[in-house]
Nanobody, 112 residues
Framework: QVQLVESGGGLVQPGGSLRLSCVAS????????MGWYRQAPGKEREWVAT???????YYADSVKGRFTISRDNARNSAYLQMNSLEPEDTAVYYC??????WGQGTHVTVSS
């Protein structure tokens, strides 16, 4: 069983930055892709970014150039560096492993 815990969310002004972290416990994860989804109020969950076991990143067009996904297999962790944040980025951000295991989510609010 894999458990994921996200952290790093919060309130930030437009143009600001946040770094989300996701730590996985249990039998592990180094061979699987990890990534992030988000769900804004009243909207469906949408894909944000994925990083393969070979450390190749993929991004949704809406965050490309602003967000950077990374991972540290030694720490069973994935990260999402979010820069130039916009109000439209406000959502609950969920970490996943292989689209099979999910964290509880961390709230990100971008507002002045």
């Amino acid at each position: 069983q894999v458990q994921l815990v996200e952290s790093g969310g919060g309130l930030v002004q437009p143009g600001g930055s946040l770094r989300l972290s996701c730590v996985a416990s249990g039998s592990i994860v180094g061979i699987y892709p990890m990534g992030w989804y988000r769900q804004a109020p009243g909207k469906e969950r949408e894909w944000v970014a994925t990083i393969t076991s070979g450390v190749r990143p993929y991004y949704a067009d809406s965050v490309k150039g602003r967000f950077t996904i990374s991972r540290d297999n030694a720490r069973n962790s994935a990260y999402l560096q979010m820069n130039s944040l916009e109000p439209e980025d406000t959502a609950v951000y969920y970490c996943h492993v292989n689209n099979q295991y999910w964290g509880q989510g961390t709230h990100v609010t971008v507002s002045s």
